[in-house]
């Protein structure tokens, strides 16, 4: 594999480099204020950036021609000609007035031009067009990412990225590890939609600056800064199954250099729904409070930002008639409980050099807690997890703005208390390591970056982590990027598995796990054809994982089993996906995927399908916007093709599954009213109302040796109608 990377590297300094076209600027208030954030996209197609902390961006521009849509929450969108000759300098106007024209509708979704990964921004235009009530529901929209329920009873989500569980997709809050570790079943749900500004979705090995977890793809979510934020920010949801939630943010200026914002989220749901009739919540109960209070300093030679957040979710499931309190281990009820406490304090510092902007230092940092108390019918689970992070970071340039690095040093702490059932485990992970990341960027049509770093784990030794990443630019309107990279990751076995648990599935841990190492390699094909006066742009990408060791969950070789061991053979998945998007009118746009994933394991001695992904997967999207954007409407269908499903066989004819599941189309839809101060919204998930047959096995018998609750292919809910409300006051 070494050989591979090098020859790798050898083709990319051996290919073409050309010369061509940059827009660059910054882009302020009236009042000369940064706006940070703000969305820069090449008009007509997907070529687009965002500004950075001081409103500065640069585009590669596939046309010398080109003009550029400037777009900027509570501002004026703008259109102006791109120009080259020099810095541009921009103001935009803040919308005071009651649905003010905009002249061009931006995309909401673009690939971001200045990253030499394959990186896609989902702007908060974009995570609007649905109820977004947490990340889990933040890429109903996207094409990228799949979302699935892991039971029928925990009400637990998952995403899917390349084919493979989204245990392997680094997931960070604003650059700190966040969705991991004892959170990364249900930490997606402690993220409110709400706080969210942007997401940025990237494919394949992610940067050496974040740590060595990223296995298939890295995605970082940016949440409102107080210093650009709402001054005050309502939104209000209720839907048909009962579900409410209540989301308040509020953000001030303190003085010229500090600025503060608190973001509120709660949400309660205690409603015993049950559309099929086997006697268990399709959807558990559920009550959560989040709070994060946040400070922004912002001086000549040193940013800082410093912040906490506490959080507190409890949910019920399981047979109806149970309920928050009752004692799952003596209820005469099958109960399902998981009551979560998270705290963390976090910030971020850096050291400016106002006249070498090229130049800094970084320092990034987390200290959270975490505790879960739960159970599952009559046995028991508990754990806590404390986590310390750091990471330095300094940048700078060698000799000029062609060849430029980023090096660094972090420490991850890890310590982990669990107890299931009877069992108890606990162990201390302590990872200091450090990395050296070097771009090379000689024009506008190519960049290389290659990075490597080194980790040194208590328990399991070293870890190298190469990774080398490109981007060609051979015509105006197509570009290739192309990269290879190494992951490792340290599995949590038992809530990695929580499905298994609502069933009567005994857990055997044949051997002790050993960490998780893959390879990761592939790229994508960036390219627009002109169909009439507009274009079609169109997005081709291929990746291909290999895992050089993964640790299997094995649930076919007995179905009142779970086996869990070291991978004994292959493992690999190729994942192809081809999008297509096109702006019919200023008005009206769609864009389409398709994906295909090969995903093979060796589970019980034979490469095989890894249960419960769809090889093939189909994705529509429709948005329309009326004139003055007062009325915007939004559709999404996703097509699912048939899933391969754990062997049953050897179960009573009566409880026996299909090998694989029948294919099935969602699909959502969302209305929306805007007005001065906001808007209101009404839409469905799952419209038309396709439901899992029987997902559970033997439900009347949950205490049964019979009783799965973990074979789940589809949705158990049906149609849901939900509306609420948006209602903001500018700073």
């Known amino acids: 594999m070494y050989s591979k990377l090098v020859l790798f590297a050898g083709y990319i300094f051996l290919s073409f480099l050309s010369f061509g076209q940059t827009v660059r600027g910054k882009i302020e208030t009236r009042e000369h204020e940064a706006l940070i954030g703000a969305t820069v996209i090449e008009l007509g197609t997907q070529n687009g950036t965002v500004t950075d902390v001081n409103g500065m961006f640069e585009l590669a521009l596939s046309n010398r021609d080109a003009m550029l849509v400037l777009s900027y929450s509570g501002f004026l969108a703008d259109t102006l000609d791109a120009d080259l000759s020099q810095m541009m300098h921009i103001m935009l106007q803040e919308n005071t007035e009651e649905l003010d024209e905009v002249v061009v509708q931006a995309s909401s979704t673009f690939l971001d031009d200045r990253e030499s990964k394959h990186i896609e921004v989902i702007t908060e235009a974009e995570l609007t067009k649905a109820a977004c009530c947490n990340l889990s529901e933040s890429f109903e929209t996207n094409a990228s990412v799949d979302v699935s329920f892991t039971d029928a009873v925990s009400g637990a989500k998952t995403i899917r990225m390349l084919g493979l569980d989204g245990r392997y997709v680094q997931i960070n809050r604003e650059n700190v590890p966040n969705v991991r570790g004892l959170a990364g079943r249900y930490g997606l749900s402690y993220i409110p939609g709400t706080w969210i500004q942007s997401i940025d979705v990237g ?88 709070v994060m209070n946040r400070y922004k300093y912002q001086g000549e030679k040193m940013v800082s930002q410093i912040g906490v957040t506490v959080m507190r979710d409890e949910k019920a499931g399981g047979q109806l008639g149970f309920d928050h309190g009752d004692d799952f281990r003596s209820s005469p009820q099958y109960g399902f409980k998981n009551n979560t406490t998270r705290v963390e304090l976090f910030g971020k510092t850096g050291l400016l050099f106002p006249h070498k902007p090229y130049k800094g230092w970084g320092f990034i940092y987390s200290a959270s807690y975490l505790d879960i108390d739960g159970g599952f019918g009559r046995e028991n689970y508990e754990g806590t997890e404390k986590t310390l992070y750091g990471n330095i970071i300094f940048q700078n340039i060698i000799g000029n703005s062609f060849h430029s690095y980023k090096t660094g040093v972090s420490m991850l702490y890890d ?163 081809l999008e297509g998007n096109y702006q019919f009118s200023d008005r009206l746009s769609a864009k389409a995927a398709y994906k295909f994933y090969d995903v093979r394991a060796t589970i019980n001695d034979e490469l095989r399908e890894v249960p419960f992904n769809a090889r093939n997967r189909f994705f529509l999207n429709t948005s329309y916007a009326t004139r003055f954007d007062k009325w915007e409407a939004d559709a999404t269908l996703q097509w699912y093709g048939s899933k391969r499903l754990p062997d049953t066989s050897d179960k009573p004819a009566e409880f026996q599954r299909g090998s694989s599941s029948p294919d099935f189309f969602l699909l959502n839809a969302q209305v929306s009213r805007g007005f001065r101060w906001g808007n209101i919204y009404i839409g469905s998930e799952n419209l038309l109302g396709f439901t899992q047959d029987n997902p559970i096995i033997d439900s009347e018998n949950p205490f049964s040796d019979n009783f799965d609750a973990s074979l789940v292919w589809a949705p158990i809910a049906g149609r849901m109608v939900y509306a609420g409300f948006r209602y903001k006051i500018k700073n």
Not at 226 to 243: I, T, V
């Open 415 to 577: 310590e982990f208390d669990e107890i299931y059932a009877d069992s108890a485990f606990s162990r201390q992970e302590v990872v200091p390591g450090l990395y050296y990341e070097y771009t090379f960027s000689p024009g506008d049509k190519f960049t290389l970056l290659a990075g490597a770093r080194t980790d040194f784990h208590n328990l399991y030794g070293t870890y190298f982590t190469p990774r080398l990443h490109s981007r060609f630019q051979f015509s105006e309107n197509t570009t290739l990027r192309a990269a290879i990279g190494r992951g490792y990751r340290t599995p949590n076995t038992i809530i990695e598995n929580s499905n298994i648990l609502v069933s009567s599935r005994q857990l055997i841990i044949e051997e002790n796990p050993e960490p998780e190492v893959s390879w990761n390699m592939g790229g994508s094909l960036v390219t627009a054809v002109n169909i009439g006066d507009k274009k079609l742009n169109l997005i081709a990408d291929y990746f291909y994982t290999n895992f050089e060791n993964q640790l299997i969950y094995d649930m076919d070789a007995n179905s009142s089993q779970l086996r869990v061991y070291n991978l004994r053979g292959k493992s690999y998945a190729h994942s192809f996906q």
């Open 203 to 290: 494919k394949g090995a992610g940067t050496v600056v974040n740590g060595y977890e990223s296995m298939t793809g890295q995605i970082n979510v940016e949440l409102k800064k107080p210093e650009n934020s709402e001054k005050l920010y309502l939104n209000g949801y209720a839907n048909s199954f009962g579900r409410f939630e209540v989301n308040a943010n509020h953000a001030r200026e303190i003085n010229d250099k500090w600025s503060a914002g608190i973001l509120f989220h709660t949400n309660y749901f205690n409603n015993e729904i049950d559309q099929n009739e086997d006697g268990f919540m399709d959807i558990p109960k559920g009550r959560q409070i989040n």
